[in-house]
């Protein structure tokens, strides 16, 4: 059973969000690691990248398959971890610590479309 | 159509993930895609291959039968010997890649891809007529194991098989039982480590099986079984190798005998200039997947991946790549395209990872 932590927030592709204020951290789910395997390269946008909410701002790659990571929300990049670029691992190892970017936030409203972790957690038992 | 191995409740019990593969049900993994890897270098691992198909071949001619259908020599080579060789049409181009087992020179047996049996078998039938030989596709009585790492033999030897196993030569094969569906077992594989590839009925497949798992041994799916042979340095039927290249385009060279004095394929192939060139590549950074676009140092395509992983044993992006003869140079720096963003690639003319076979 992959780990979920009650205060996020989720989006279908596996994704999480942390808000403080008006920046969100981004980062892949319990249940993403887990089906992915071994992640041995991730690749992240750069600092003052524009997002839009829902498009690709990098990919995780197993030793068999390339994932794009979708963007939660519409905002600038604000920072990226080099620690999940360099040691790709830390992600396996606990995804919730390993967060992957960090945005200016553009539009609150968009964090409503986000789940839950109670309906998240029911996504992953039906998508599992 | 989906079909199923004779093993594939065995594969689900034991958690694999299973995937879609010329038509078949088959695990691409099961817990781990690097521990399996790993064990198959290490120690032993087993691999359900049995989608494969196997020709039967018999009769006075099927020798000559064979011999005249591929590139490789089958005529001289000794009896129990197993012989890979491209299946060409007449202009060269590759209809397959695949194993003859000469277990006489009246009885051979082929071993092809899974997603070309239909396409080899009516190839071959249709020049079988001026032979003196019967073609039979058996490849619904057949379930094939591939058993392989350097413990391969330690392990089979110490199993209860009904019959003694050889310690026999690389690319050679003994048989098993002599039924109307023999066991054979050859000295074969695809991961570039000691091992058997066992063919033979269901039912005794299925026991070997479970005792292979109560020995303690690995089941491994078909995604470590790629990453494996790409870092030993095998081709592909679908990747490397298809319809739009010959031998002298993918490396295969060595396995167009041109001292034959004939086969399907001799004329175009004695006045064939390679179009194209299969190279290898190792990344320091970014890993290399199909159909990623190569350049030159001055931004020029110059081909493309025609496979491409993470090396479990390397911790490096390899691939084989298919360039453009005429804008490649050797000396040249090669850049792969990823995403937009470019990786510096280094060639290769050894395999990644030196197998450990005999």
Known sequence: MAKVIEE??????????????????????????????????????????????????????????VSDLNSPITGIVTEKNTTAEDTPEALNEDAFSAWLIKIKISDPAELDNLMDSKAYAEYCEASS | MSLKTSLFEEHVSLGAKIVEFADWQMPIQYKNLKEEVIAVRDSVGVFDVSHMGEFFIEGKQALDFVDHLVTNDIKNAEISKAIYSPLCREDGTII????VYKISNEKLMICVNASNIKKDFDWMNSHLSSFDCTLINRSDDFSLLAIQGPKTFETLSQLDLNFQIEDNDYYSIQIGSDDKTPILLARTGYTGEDGFEVFGPHEFIKALWKQLMDAGVKPCGLGARDVLRLEVGYPLYGNELDETVTPLDTGLKWTVKMSKPSFIG??????????????????????PREGYV????????????????????????????????????PEEEIIVNIRGKKYSATRTKKPFVAGGHK
């Open chain 2, 96 to 99: 397959d890649d695949l194993i």
């Open chain 2, 294 to 329: 190569i350049e030159n140092s001055q931004a020029q395509e110059i081909g493309t991946i025609t496979s491409g992983t993470m090396s479990v044993c390397l911790k490096k992006g390899i691939a084989f790549a298919r360039v453009d003869k005429n804008l490649y140079g």
């Open chain 2, 266 to 287: 001799k004329q175009a192939l004695q006045d064939y200039q390679a179009k194209t060139q299969s190279i290898k590549l190792i990344l320091d950074k970014g890993i």
């Open chain 1, 8 to 65: 996020l927030k989720y989006t279908e592709d596996h994704e999480w969000v942390s808000v403080e204020n008006d920046i969100a951290t981004i980062g892949i789910t319990d249940f993403a690691q887990s089906s992915l395997g071994d992640i041995v390269f991730v690749e992240l946008p750069e600092e003052g990248d524009e997002l839009a909410a829902s498009s690709s701002f990098g990919v995780v790659e197993s030793i068999k398959s």
